[in-house]
């Protein structure tokens, strides 16, 4: 096994499980740099198309055109731009697979694309115009750089998947802070449209810059300085081992949804998003709407958007520790209690507890998206895990409706507090369901350590 650090050409081996590697090849000598420039590449992209979807809360509050729309229409928007966003996944995993376009191509397209969307939200003067750019091509856009950015640096790091993931996909609610904050800060409609041209020109100049040098792999590629038939068996070398089993075989999309474990975890995870975007749509309208002032709800979306981005490599790296499915069911029961807090405190009218609820809504509806992309690899292998990964993704579309869409007439119905118990209560069963969630092809034992990872 030690032969692998030396190798000059490329050989493909396998380990105990089946599963292929590809060795010998460094990224240096395939891309010209270490793979950390297609980790922070990824990274900026995904980071500068994130006001699309997280600051679309607090600029709704301040467009000039969004007051004539109504709320409840305006919030569809956002809806109809996450079921755009979400179904283009499945189109960008099957051009991944392929491998007919770069993902310099893809990324550079999906970052023009976001950068119209931006624009449209801030100049269009009707509903129609706004759905057809912002929802539309912004939502494409968004699809385009999430999903084969996010694939791509995964690629690189086979080894960390979940942390790359967290990583990576915490960029899109990172980068949407600094323009969370300048819409916080200005107060005329005039110049929530500037901030919106800014942030516009920004994604399309930082998307194309840092998506034109995004570079694939080969399929199965695997870093040569780590033995990776040890990596399968040795706890030091993987430290998922001993709460993380691999998948018994790999199984094509369609044998996953036919095992009952995949259309779980889309139901799970279509409760998962309708909370988490819930909070992205409504928190800030919610502290406007008990008086606690613009500041307390740009400071409430913001801190929502930095601890989701954050905390995302966080649950991943976590999730090796622990294992993926009792992380996931306490990350989803934090999201649930931080709902009931969001709604006391509101009704209270404290903007401290407002604010602390909201970085909690935003630990709890982060985290799960870093351990779902390494949790349906480990469930059913590597062979189809883009086309798997991409029919999870696409359950984001029912959040979206249920969560941004069923919120509005919610809220419209009802007010802001009993609508976070909603969704509080939707969390909670969303963690309960994780329990049910079996590995396909093991029995249902407790957990215990795996064959060869030693007992200590």
Aim: charge should be positive.
């Amino acid at each position: 096994m030690g032969a692998q650090a030396g190798a000059s050409a490329p050989r493909e081996v396998r380990d105990v499980y089946g599963r292929h590697y590809r060795i010998g090849e460094s990224a240096e000598r395939l891309t010209g740099h270490s793979r950390r420039h297609q980790l922070w590449r990824a990274w900026l992209c995904l980071a500068a198309i994130s006001p699309l979807q997280y600051a679309f809360g607090l600029a709704v509050l301040g467009l000039p055109t969004a007051g004539t729309w109504g709320g409840v229409e305006t919030m569809w928007l956002l809806a109809l731009f996450v079921v755009v966003q979400a179904g283009t996944a499945v189109p960008a995993a099957w051009l991944n697979r392929r491998r007919l376009v770069s993902p310099a191509v893809v990324v550079v397209t999906g970052g023009v694309l976001g950068a119209a969307g931006l624009a449209s939200l801030a100049h269009a003067e009707n509903l129609a115009l706004a759905a057809f750019g912002y929802a539309g091509l912004g939502g494409v856009g968004a699809g385009l750089v999430y999903s084969t950015g996010a694939a791509t640096a995964a690629s690189w790091y086979p080894e960390k998947r979940a942390s790359v993931i967290g990583l990576v996909t915490g960029g899109f609610a990172v980068g949407a802070v600094p323009g969370i904050a300048a819409l916080a800060a200005v107060t005329s409609a005039g110049a929530h449209v500037v901030v919106y041209d800014v942030l516009a020109a920004v994604a399309l100049v930082v998307v194309t810059v840092a998506g034109v040098g995004l570079v694939e792999p080969p399929r199965f590629w695997w870093p040569r300085e780590i033995d990776a038939q040890s990596w399968a068996i040795d706890p030091k070398l993987n430290p998922s081992l001993p709460n993380n089993v691999s998948a018994v075989r790999d199984y094509a999309l369609s044998d996953a949804l036919r095992t009952g474990a995949l259309p779980l975890m889309w139901l799970i995870f279509a409760l998962a998003t309708a909370v988490s975007l819930f909070g992205i749509g409504f928190v800030a309208g919610a502290a406007v709407d008990a008086d606690l002032g613009m500041a307390a709800a740009g400071a409430a979306l913001a801190a929502l958007a930095a601890v989701s981005g954050v905390g995302r490599p966080v649950a991943g790296r976590l999730s090796d520790s622990f294992g993926r499915s009792r992380l996931l069911a306490h990350v989803l029961l934090l999201a649930g209690a931080a709902q009931f807090g969001l709604a006391l405190s509101g009704h209270l009218g404290s903007a401290p507890g407002f604010v602390l609820s909201a970085v909690l809504a935003g630990l709890g509806g982060g985290a799960f998206y870093a351990i779902f992309g390494t949790l349906v690899l480990e469930f059913f292998g590597q062979g189809s895990v883009l086309q798997n990964q991409s029919v999870l993704y696409s359950a984001k579309a029912v959040g979206g409706i249920a969560g941004v869409g069923g919120g509005a007439l919610l809220v419209s119905a009802l007010d802001y507090s009993l609508t976070f118990v909603v969704a509080g209560v939707l969390a909670l069963v969303a963690a309960g369901l994780v329990r049910f969630l079996k590995q396909p092809g093991r029995p249902a034992l407790p957990d215990r350590p795996q064959r060869g990872a030693g007992m200590g």
